[in-house]
DNA sequence: GCCCATGCTGCCAAATTCCGGCAGCATCAT
DNA sequence: ATGATGCTGCCGGAATTTGGCAGCATGGGC
């Protein structure tokens, strides 16, 4: 590979990269040595872009280089379009529509050849046990999440029993057959994650919560890691997040 | 000024320009031989740029080499987002990679609300049950498919049986827990899918095969509809395209 | 049909760049 | 302090690049 393709490469490896790299990292990931690695990352700064370096840290490609990426290759149309089809078949209504029209939007701007890969793509997503209807939107949720706004739940437990809390949405996670939403629970002052068939109903409050999305989730991933293991052979994988409300 | 630098440079003139431009000018602009700027160009087209150039007429960059800025929904992006982690967690490792290369471009060209969106989209995807590794190259697969051309196959149905066929692929099916490759076998003269852990060898022929693959997958469609439902409870769901050479 | 501008390719020898390794220094987080 | 990492200078051999030339192809204008 010539110099100036490998250029190019590295450019887009540090855009897939969001969190610093190590200098080490990309000369191996785009094989050749790191000595090789600086000169071209001074390169590229050279020619504008704006990569930041730092001692002990690593490498960050700033976003508003004046050269917009390349086109994508093949095999990301297949990508895009196998997760696109992912979403459409397995999440909701609302979001597995918002999936086919991004994919349009995506097809919009392709040369004519790519957009025949897009179209023609022969890699499908088989068709899967039903998974259990939710009785509210999830759209809902997905807005709360997004804007960071306080949710009033009636929730119904594995054993049935019946709550109703205020939580703090923060992320969904998608199981091959359940959709967990986690939150902070204001009635728990804790982490807790409830399956989205069992929210027998939500309404969104006016009130935002106090603490920044992307911190919270922070937390709740440190808060996770910190978590006692579970009895072995307590519950199937799928199952594993389901919520202890063990008060 | 370096070779590399200068693929840069003769991009942004190209981009600039929008009626064509003699390769003379385009040589003079830069500042090196028309022998050279062949070769410039060349290199440019080599990366995917569909510089079109005409006798007696002179270059033009057609649009679908760099990516134009893109806008979509919050919504559109969740379900992007969503789709390339899934693809992420659950493909090989080669589409996984195209997944988030795909999503970094998208992201590069997204006004800074939007990819802010992006980058802070709280929908995850749960890890699941590990998948079979395979024992091939899945992206050779892909490219076979994406090619049309034949593949050499090595295969172990569930009795452990071993077999070596010539097979048409032409599509993949995603499964929670299993990949099926499905083509058609020139041994048995039918429609066949199989396990893609199960493929010990895969060799991609000179030849391509004969029939459009569009037209393969419709075939197969009309095939699948035809075929005798299975007695029912035979086999998961998951399982339920398993190869049936019951030969 | 002729001619011209232009795209495009092969070849080659000289000039240039590139590459990897080494050694060393700077800087930041822990 | 220590380690991880960024960064620079230097060197010699390897690889690439470059420009010139010669020639062919293609399409439009005359």
């Keep these: 590979m010539s110099r100036s393709e490998r250029l190019f490469d590295l450019l887009q490896v540090l ?7 190590s200098g080490r990292a990309l ?4 094989g050749v040595s790191l000595r090789t690695l600086y000169r071209d990352i001074a390169s590229l ?48 209504g609302r979001l597995a529509e918002a999936a086919l029209s991004a994919l ?8 004519p050849d790519l957009r025949e890969e897009l179209e023609g793509s022969s890699l499908f997503i ?12 999830p759209a809902l949720l997905r807005k709360a999440i997004r804007t960071e706004r306080k949710l009033r739940l009636s929730y119904s437990d594995a054993n049935g029993a019946a709550s109703e ?14 959709r967990l939403m986690i939150g902070w629970c204001e009635l728990r002052s804790d982490f807790r994650s ?36 579970r009895e072995p052979g307590a519950l199937p ?11």
């Design 194 to 229: 409830f399956r989205t068939d069992r929210i027998a109903s939500a309404e969104m409050l006016e009130a935002r919560y106090p603490t920044r999305r992307a911190e919270l989730v922070q937390r709740w991933k440190q808060w996770k890691h910190a978590q006692p293991p």
């Design 165 to 178: 809390r205020v939580v703090w949405p923060f992320a969904l996670a998608f199981f091959d057959q359940v």
């Design 45 to 92: 700064q050279a020619q504008g872009a704006t990569i930041e370096g730092e001692p002990g840290v690593g490498y960050v490609l700033r976003p508003g280089f004046l050269l917009p990426p390349l086109m994508f290759t093949p095999e990301e149309i297949e990508a895009l379009v196998l997760g696109s089809r992912w979403v459409a078949g397995r999440a909701d």
């Design 237 to 247: 994988a799928a199952y594993a997040e389901e919520p202890t409300d063990a008060a």
């Design 104 to 111: 349009a939007r995506v097809s919009a701007v392709l040369p």
């Design 15 to 21: 855009r897939r990269h969001r969190r610093p790299v």
């Design 126 to 137: 088989a068709p899967g046990a039903p998974i259990p209807a939710d009785a509210i939107d």
């Design 27 to 30: 000369a191996d990931e785009i």
